[in-house]
DNA sequence: TGCGTATTTGCCAAATTAGCCAAAATGCGT
DNA sequence: ACGCATTTTGGCTAATTTGGCAAATACGCA
């Protein structure tokens, strides 16, 4: 295959593998909302905060989030508000998965 | 966390991951043009059969790819084309990304 | 039934991921 | 400089993912 489609479809698997874990859609969708600081997030979420501030390391890496210095707290701020577009066509998704479900079933 | 907010995250990141894969996003790249059974996603994607029939289970079990025989065959169909929209917002996700680098160094 | 082609599954090793605790940073206020 | 609040990093373990080979399965055809 052409390295560069590989690299390509590299750098977008990157993307949607940051995003692909529950913990860290629950970050997007609260910050698609309003920028907010490690520890609110950490509340959100309900894990240790080690594991939050991981968690933001890599939707950081992946440039989904931005992460700045507020004094004493880190502000995260969602970079790019379209990955929220997304969830329409993942509902999407869904409901086909269920719709065949039932259509096997009656 | 509400449970019912909890599953709904887990179910839509079930999706991401399924597409998080360099190598799935080149067979969902490929089915949105034309359905195609498994050998020829073998060829473009220059694996091992038995691993792209795991992709394409992976796929299959998300509900993104529909698998159906056709007599010797089988044929690898993508069941919601709207999935592929998603990578105009990647690209965005990564010209920004590429952007910032820029204006670092720059 | 037996053969050849197409696809899936069992099994295994290597690599990656996720989560927590403890410890280190970072920055504010005194 | 010190204590306090906030965030990140080190280190560890358990669980998951990936990919290939070999074996099994599914199907059409003679």
Redesign the interface.
């Known amino acids: ?1 052409d390295p560069r ?2 690299s390509r ?5 990157r ?3 940051a ?8 970050i997007l ?1 609260e910050l698609s909302r309003e920028a907010r600081c490690v520890g609110h997030l950490q509340e ?3 894990a240790d905060v080690s594991t939050v501030s991981r968690h933001l390391a890599i939707l950081s890496e ?3 989030v931005t992460r700045s210095r507020r004094g004493n707290q880190v502000l995260c701020t969602l ?2 508000p ?2 929220m ?3 329409s ?2 509902e ?3 409901q ?2 269920a719709r ?1 479900s039932i259509d096997l079933v009656g």
Chains 1, 2 share one sequence.
């Open positions: 295959m489609t590989q479809f590299e750098a977008r698997a993307i949607l593998k995003m692909a874990h529950p913990t860290r859609l629950l969708d959100i979420v309900g992946a440039g989904l970079t790019v379209c990955v577009n997304f969830f066509c993942i999407t998704v869904l086909t998965a065949q």
